[in-house]
């Protein structure tokens, strides 16, 4: 009985070296798994399976793809992400007005940029992504625009992904047609930065983007409510002349 009593013990005491030798070659794991050199930076501690993340990364896209990393490692139960993006530092002007370029143009080869409404906030190099996407390929898209962009310190995904439906794509490729073949507005086609822009949810349509005037605007409404299907239309163009065009009145 004393020896099987010695025995129970020994295992018991013996437990909390078999977590701190586990511990170690976790952390040991998950060191090497940031082994690239956009990782020199990021130092990993593991403690009873956490793992904590600290140091820097010069783009947020990396601080992303660390954690990812990490998760994927044999015996890391959690993560607690203290990586600081560093990078040269951008007003958030600067940074707002950059990413909602890089938005634009960068995805008009997809040929959905009138269909996308995607809005950018930053504060304090927090962006805030917001408003309506074509479909999940163009927001997670847009996303990675941003996350791969210096000066982001961090991303918040608020865009809301228009559902899939024929009967929608039927009514966008229709508004698109009727809205951009009119006269006042096809000059819009011209600048991808400067579309009106078509978001179509079951069958309800809201027009966002500027336009000129207010009978621009008004015409644009008027069109797309022309579109056989459509249940209604929300009209939210901005007249970039606004002002103006009351002063004159």
Request: glycine share 6%.
């Amino acid at each position: 009985m004393k020896k099987l009593f010695a025995l129970f013990v020994a295992a018991a005491l013996a437990i909390p070296v078999a977590f701190a030798q586990s511990d170690s070659q976790i952390q040991a794991a998950a060191q090497k798994a940031l082994s690239a050199s956009r990782y020199k930076n990021v130092q990993v501690s593991v403690e009873g399976g956490i793992a904590t993340l600290t140091g820097t990364v010069d783009l947020f896209a990396n601080k992303v793809t660390a954690d990812q990393k990490i998760r994927h490692v044999k015996g890391v139960s959690a993560i607690r992400d203290e990586i600081q993006v560093a990078g040269a530092e951008i007003s958030d002007a600067q940074l707002q007005e950059k990413l909602s370029k890089a938005i634009t143009y960068d995805m008009v080869g997809y040929g959905t940029t009138p269909f996308d409404a995607i809005g950018v906030q930053v504060q304090n190099g927090v962006v805030t992504l917001s408003g309506h996407a074509y479909g999940p390929v163009d927001a997670s898209d847009a996303v990675a625009i941003v996350e791969y962009t210096k000066g982001v310190k961090d991303v918040i995904d608020n865009i809301q992904i228009d559902p899939v439906s024929p009967m929608d794509d039927r009514i966008r490729i229709a508004v698109f047609r009727k809205v951009y073949g009119f006269p006042m507005l096809n000059q819009y086609l011209i600048d991808p930065a400067k579309p009106i822009r078509i978001q179509v949810e079951n069958g309800h349509v809201t027009l966002y983007g500027t336009v000129d005037t207010e009978a621009q605007k008004d015409a644009a409404g008027i069109q797309a409510n022309s579109v056989p299907g459509v249940f209604s239309v929300t009209n939210d163009l901005q007249v970039a002349n606004a002002s103006k065009e009351k002063a004159q009145k």
